[in-house]
């Protein structure tokens, strides 16, 4: 459990020549930086100058006598600190007082195996590796995260991957990129986070709501995307990946160089390309998803010890296509697609992307300075800002042939500061509060009504989380948190859904005027005020074993689609309809985790989660417009229970051979209307057997994963056919065929002079299978992706 | 480093400031200019005499009033009728004529007509650059009297040349109405 660790601290003292004589004595005091307390048997050593070692007393007090007046550096030691390094000039006698870091977790800058830093003590928590996020470098942040798990995702294809967590998403999981909370459209089912995977060096899930220092609304979880730390050394490295992508025809290529001081300075540049072509499924080509992508970022500043700042910029764009197919006109066409095997357009393979498309711009700018206080703790302020900009394109005629269908641009500033006090060995207390203002600005030029309108929204925040050690065995940890929310908006309503939604009763005062063209213009202002809390405890009494429990409050406002959404969505051929009167969820989280390491492992986490006034899309009714009927999706409140377990083994069954075995369920309820949540993963199994040797770090891993059914899924609905000229059962909550796919992963590692080139082969769905998943929203129109075969070269420089 | 954070917190107010008062002017409102609200299907006999005209609007688009839908008037059995169809959208002022946006991308449209009943068949439509039917104009011929149905279907991007059915044309659904006709 010892760590070494390098810091150099220059004392410069000032004194004038005396005299001569070796008689000088240097004495002084070696303590704990944090907490005052004395270190024993600390030991002092004058570098080059004499071969003694001087140690320190019960009172952390030391004596060097006898000392020629000159200049010596001092290596001061002690088991479980940071060395220190210290040059004094001696012209008389000395007295130092010496404060050492004893506290190994604030040294985030070398992650020690087995010893893992956890955000809280009691909630479940996971984190992938660097290795794990450099292989799925080319593809998106909710792949990478299903290796976690409890995590899985919804997707609109193969290209937008929302990351789920315990059957949650969108505005329930809150993506953390950097220690900035994202502000990119989270609230839609086809807006993936805009984060470029490249640029993480560690990616973390907290499942639930209990790291209150990021957010009191996580009611699914929260998403950890940190950078990592440097050494302090004159040192300039680097690394290149090129991953060739064989369905799509593409290929990602991604850099970053990093230049270190030992004095604390640093600066790293990150910049990635990737372009793919059509996608395959087994039997046909995926037409229209292609993906271009362009990522970068800079990182900064001039991080000690004691005090320290990082500015950093980020900028990721991203083309996404969507299949040509799942463009639908009317509920026929929703009908015909359900019930055709094969998707309605199939053209041939193509790097063009065409509508329906998406293209997003997101800026991400922040700077942070921190200072620790001696014997007190660390201050942290940070100001960060987000620009997103998103266009959606879709499949129009005529002079509208170009333009947009959706052009919003979200604008996002934030302050925040905390300070942590961790004084006290074995107790944290972290004191925090949050500014934030953000403007929506939905372009009228697209000439299609709004889906979301023009907004301001201010939020404040204040917390406070504690993390205590009882003893050797037990620790504590508890949080609380209040969120106030107001949110501004100026829409446009119809008329005639004015009155259908009987808002023309409820909020009459809000009408600002009314236009030529039959419509309101109105202003709704709305405020929250949410608490969340936490709380939990942890036993463990060895290395092997550890046992936890935590139970997390949250509370979420609603987010803008939830309250104003108003229209038409022709991906999903369906009219979606807001509420003005939706109020916050509450949720009620307990998780139990009971791990175990050593040769062979597990962690069994089962949880439950009860959530009051659930926010969710249900089908309700059908209106009839020039197009034909579709089905009216309204959001709804309810009360929701959802139930699941996390199951993980593992076991070395000899140095070389290994097996993992994950499986994961998740069970959720309507328990108002007594029927199954819609879009609830369904069950899966994975195993994998890997085999890894010394020799080149040769490593071959062969993973099976099984995808039950989704059995509990709310029932399917009736809608009138005009071409069939009757009702007829429209599937549309029926879950696909449970399905089988094999995956391979190897790697070697060639070592040259100063470099390691790394080799990383990839296939996926070996066997070609032709399937379709449940969370997968594109699943009435097309199968999933074929075989994939990905070749890697990863060059560390 | 006290200035530092004095600084930032002044970038960061400002910021705030600038930001939120930028707009305090009411959003544009957006008028959906290539909605089609109305499509009006004439029916003139052969024989002379008024046209019918069959008629479906809904002003309100993708909101909740569902189209009107009217009928002029009953047809003559055993007649022949000369067809044609407009689209066109009422909440524009003056009111905009859609037809002509179908005729200049004719090929990537197509009209579809579907009958039960007491109309017997409905054919010889005008075709597109391309010599495929276009389905503006055609001819009806109403069988014995009795009920019938007429749904008109106008569809986007179709496959061309097609047997002239719903399933064999294809495409997306920017129109669909279907009217109950008496044939007397």
């Known amino acids: ?797 | 480093m006290k200035t530092t954070i004095k600084l930032l917190s002044m970038l960061a107010f400002a910021g705030i400031v600038l930001a939120s008062c930028s707009d305090d002017d009411d959003p544009e409102e957006v008028n959906e200019e290539e909605t089609i609200t109305t499509m009006t299907v004439s029916l003139t006999p052969d024989a002379g005499g008024t046209a019918i005209i069959l008629k479906s609007e809904d002003s309100d688009g993708d909101g909740p009033n569902d189209p009107e839908i009217t009928v002029s008037g009953n047809l003559v059995a055993n007649s022949t009728y000369s067809g044609s169809v407009t689209f066109s959208n009422v909440t524009e002022d003056p009111v905009e004529d859609i037809t002509e946006e179908v005729e200049e991308e004719n090929t990537e449209h197509q009209l579809v007509y579907v009958h039960t009943g007491a109309i017997s068949e409905v054919y010889n439509f005008d075709t597109d650059d391309d010599g495929n039917d276009l389905g503006l104009s055609f001819d009806l011929d109403t069988g014995d009297a009795g009920e019938a149905a007429l749904q008109v279907v106008l569809r986007h991007e179709p496959t061309k040349p097609n047997d002239g059915s719903l399933s064999g044309v294809g495409g997306s659904t920017d129109f669909s109405a279907s009217f109950a006709i008496t044939v007397e």
């Not at chain 1, 302020?381 to 998103?390: A, E, G, L, P, S």
């Not at chain 1, 006034?613 to 409140?637: C, K, M, N, S």
Request: hydrophobic share 35%; proline share 3%.
């Open chain 1, 1 to 797: 459990m010892r760590a070494w660790f390098i810091m150099f601290a220059m004392l410069f003292v000032q004194f004038t020549v005396q005299s001569q004589q070796c008689k000088s004595v240097i004495t002084g005091v070696v303590t704990d930086f944090h907490d005052k307390t004395p270190l024993v048997r600390a030991s002092i050593s004058l570098i080059g100058k004499s071969d003694s070692v001087f140690y320190t007393d019960e009172n952390g007090f030391f004596k060097i006598p006898n000392l020629c007046n000159g200049i010596y550096e001092l290596e001061i030691y002690h088991a479980e600190c940071q060395t220190a390094f210290m040059k004094v000039d001696l012209d008389t006698n000395l007295d130092l007082n010496i404060p050492l870091e004893h506290h190994l977790e604030e040294l985030e800058e070398v992650k020690v195996t087995g010893n893992k830093i956890t955000k809280t003590n009691s909630a479940m928590e996971e984190t992938l590796e660097l290795k794990t996020i450099e292989q799925y470098g080319s593809a998106s942040l909710g792949d990478a995260l299903k290796e976690i798990n409890g995590v899985s995702s919804l997707n609109t294809g193969a290209n937008i991957v929302k990351p789920t967590i315990h059957g949650l998403s969108g505005s329930r999981v809150l993506v953390l990129n950097n220690g900035v909370r994202m502000q990119d459209m989270e609230w839609g089912a086809e807006h993936a986070p805009n984060v470029d995977v490249n640029a993480a060096g560690s990616i973390s899930v907290i499942k639930g709501a209990s790291a209150l220092q990021y957010g009191g609304d996580a009611i699914g979880g929260v998403i950890l995307i940190e950078q990592n730390r440097f050494l302090k050394k004159d040192s300039i490295f680097g690394k290149t990946i090129v991953t060739g992508i064989l369905n799509g025809r593409g290929g990602k290529i991604n850099t970053d160089l990093i230049k270190t001081y030992k004095n604390g300075w640093f600066i790293k540049g990150q910049a990635s390309y990737k372009k793919l072509g059509d996608q395959e499924a087994p039997s046909y080509v995926l037409s229209n998803t292609g993906v271009n992508e362009i990522g970068a970022s800079l990182h900064f500043g001039k991080e000690n010890f004691t005090s320290g700042w990082r500015g950093s910029y980020s900028y990721f764009n991203t083309e996404i296509g969507i299949l040509s197919a799942s463009h639908i006109g009317s509920v026929d066409d929703l009908i015909r697609a359900i019930n055709d095997d094969e998707p309605t357009v199939i053209d041939p393979f193509t790097y063009d992307i065409a509508s329906p498309r998406q293209e997003v711009t997101h800026h991400l700018g922040k700077f942070k300075y921190y200072n620790r206080f001696e014997g007190l703790g660390k201050l942290n302020v940070q100001y960060d800002f987000q620009n997103n900009r998103r266009f959606e394109y879709d499949v129009r005629t005529g002079d509208d042939k170009f333009k947009p269908s959706i052009d919003l641009e979200l604008t996002t500033h934030a302050l925040t500061s905390d300070f942590k006090w961790d004084a006290k060995s074995g107790f944290d207390l972290t004191v925090g509060v949050m500014g934030r203002y953000q403007n929506n600005f939905a372009n009228p030029d697209t000439g299609v009504r709004r889906l979301i309108p023009d907004y301001d929204k201010y939020d404040a925040g204040i917390f406070s989380v504690m993390k205590l050690s009882l003893d050797e065995d037990w620790k504590l940890d508890a949080g609380l948190r209040y969120d106030y929310s107001k949110i501004d908006a100026k829409k446009f309503y119809r008329t005639s859904r004015w009155e259908e939604r009987g808002y023309d009763e409820d909020f009459s005062d809000i009408i600002i005027r009314e236009t030529e063209s039959s419509q309101y213009l109105t202003q709704p202002i709305f405020d929250y005020h949410n608490v969340s809390a936490t709380m939990g405890v942890n036993y463990s009494t060895d290395n092997q074993h550890s046992m936890s429990f935590n139970y997390a409050l949250a509370n979420r406002a609603p987010n803008p689609s939830e309250l104003f959404s108003d229209g038409l969505h022709h991906s999903a051929a369906r009219i979606e309809l807001g509420d003005l009167r939706i109020t916050s969820e509450t949720s009620h989280k307990a998780s139990l985790s009971l791990i175990k390491n050593g040769d062979w492992g597990y962690t069994l986490e089962p949880y439950v989660n009860f959530i009051n006034d659930f926010i969710y899309l249900e089908p309700t009714d059908v209106e009839y417009t020039v197009r034909g009927a579709f089905p009216v999706w309204e959001y709804h409140q309810t009360n929701a229970r959802i139930l699941g377990l996390d199951l993980s083994l593992y076991a070395n069954w000899t140095d070389h051979w290994k097996t993992d075995h994950k499986f994961s369920l998740t069970k959720g309820k309507d328990t108002s209307e007594d029927e199954p949540l819609i879009n609830i993963p369904a069950a899966h199994i994975r195993n994998k057997i890997s085999y890894n040797i010394p020799w080149k770090n040769l490593e071959v891993g062969l993973e099976s994963k099984y995808v039950f059914k989704q059995n509990e899924t709310p029932a399917d609905i009736y809608v009138y056919s005009p071409e069939q000229g009757e009702d007829v059962l429209l599937e549309i909550n029926t879950a696909p065929a449970a399905y089988h796919v094999l995956s391979l992963n190897s790697g070697m590692d060639f070592k040259f002079d100063k470099s390691t080139l790394t080799v990383n082969l990839i296939a996926t769905n070996i066997l070609d299978v032709s399937y379709r998943d449940y969370l997968n929203r594109l699943r009435y129109f097309a199968d999933d992706l074929g075989r994939n075969i990905i070749l890697q070269f990863k060059l560390n420089y």
